[in-house]
């Protein structure tokens, strides 16, 4: 299976958030800087300030999970540019994720994700994978199926 990198961005953020207050910090931090060496990346200092920050931001937080959701969208875009910029790492970025995974305490090692529709609506959603939905002209849009 190919992912698009806009998914290993997906799993890769989602994961440096989770690792934000934990025992994992110091890898997920490490490992992030590592992949981000490269001549038209952010400067260090400048990056390692803004993870330094965040991570803060999350330890300090009334509710660290809330904090995550929402600084996990920022990451997701920051990786995903730093991905097209630089597909040639998008394995380094899969490893670096499945290591964290393994290291991360059990809360956050799972995340829940909800999805609703309404008024004829259709909703579709995915964790680390793609959904890919075939319709026959017509149906879904509120019309019936004949």
Partial sequence: MIESLSAVATAASTTLVAAMATDA?????SGLLRLFRRDDAPEQGALVALLESEAALV??????EAARRQLAPAWQLRLEQFLHAHPEVADDVRELTRR???????????????????????????????????????????????
């Fill in 25 to 29: 910090w110091g890898a997920a931090r």
């Fill in 59 to 64: 330890s300090e937080a009334e509710d660290p």
């Fill in 100 to 146: 964290l995974q393994d290291e991360l305490p059990a809360p956050q090692r799972h995340w829940v994700q909800h999805i609703e529709a309404r008024d004829h609506g259709q909703a579709f959603g995915a964790q680390g994978g793609n959904v890919i939905v075939h319709q026959e002209p017509g149906v879904g849009r509120g019309d019936r199926a004949t």
